[in-house]
């Protein structure tokens, strides 16, 4: 490569993808926040005080958890938000990055809610106390409605890390009231007040599951690694097999948000000249086919100086 043709050809365009991955755009989902939010806030309340009027503390653990999600939910929707303005001369990629690590974040919240939770589940196990069992039924099927209404919300937002995160709080929570009228239907049957901890550390470990996968994507975007869906060999293959490419280096694929990812690449292509059209369609294809919609290509005619 010559000093001629050490940047030759940038394509800094964007395309939009028209498939899958991660290269859509960050969608608006202010009004699913809004009302779940909002839902979510007035259950608490209800929920706290049945759980200290039933002393129960599985309502009271159910309730502290959907706390969490209303965090949860704020801070995600601040950072859907922030995802969406435009970018600064300082934040060259706008505020984008904001949603990953809102996700990271959420995971964390949910990461101290299973302690807490798991930590009186334990305490009470040693001594049981009694607990009201037909409010604890009424109260935790109105959370089954209510949380599955706003899982609902966020359910065709899961190829976003960030709105994925919401939909499976509101998911698992609905599981999770879901098993709290198993508890006290089970409670009332039997007469062991102990079930009713027993199904806290169950929500705990229900809890911690769901979080673990979120914790873990998340974990590994704020690294800058490949999204789980991107084949990053089948990338380096695609480029390797344009038209003229004789070699691929300096492959590198990072997340730019929790829903679009940049890629850039160097391509040797001994026989090329300046080509707009091979770059569009490169870059067209990146999008198109593995979700990649922020692509930057630098060709060059030669071997790299620095042995690459």
């Known amino acids: 490569m010559t000093a001629a043709h050490a940047h030759h050809h940038h394509g800094d365009d964007h395309d939009h993808p028209h498939g899958h991955g991660h290269g859509h755009g960050p969608a608006s989902f202010d009004r699913a926040f809004a009302f779940g939010v909002a839902l979510n806030v007035g259950f608490v309340a209800i929920e706290v005080a049945a759980g200290l009027l039933t002393n129960s503390l599985a309502l009271l653990a159910d309730a502290g958890h959907n706390l969490s999600d209303v965090l949860g939910l704020i801070l995600a929707w ?84 960030n709105i994925r995160g919401a939909y499976l709080h509101m998911a698992a929570d609905a599981a999770v009231s879901a098993g709290v009228v198993v508890a ?37 975007l704020s690294l800058d690694a490949a999204p789980a869906a991107i084949d990053v060999s089948a990338v380096e293959a695609f480029l390797a097999a344009r038209p003229g490419v004789t070699h691929v280096h300096h492959v590198h694929v990072w997340a730019t948000s929790t829903t679009e990812v ?40 030669g071997a790299c100086p620095d042995g690459c």
Do not use: C, K
């Open 184 to 220: 006290a239907l089970a409670i009332g049957a039997t007469g062991w007040f102990w079930i009713d901890p027993a199904v806290s550390l169950v929500i705990a470990a229900v809890i911690a599951a769901g979080t673990w996968g979120l914790l873990r994507e998340a974990t590994r």
């Open 262 to 301: 940049a890629l850039t690449a160097h391509l040797v292509r001994p026989d090329g000249d300046l080509d707009d059209a091979f770059l569009r369609e490169t870059r067209h294809a990146l999008a198109h086919d593995f979700g990649i919609g922020h692509a930057t290509l630098q060709v060059e005619r």
């Open 78 to 161: 601040a950072a859907s938000w922030a995802a969406r303005q435009p970018a600064t001369r300082t934040f060259t990629y706008g505020y984008r990055r904001s949603s990953i690590l809102a996700s990271l974040a959420n995971a964390g919240l949910l990461l101290i809610a299973v302690g807490v939770i798991a930590a009186q589940a334990v305490a009470r196990l040693g001594e049981p106390q009694p607990v009201a069992t037909g409010p604890m039924i009424w109260v935790a099927a109105a959370g089954v409605l209510v949380n599955g209404v706003t899982a609902w919300l966020f359910h065709r937002g899961q190829h976003d890390l």
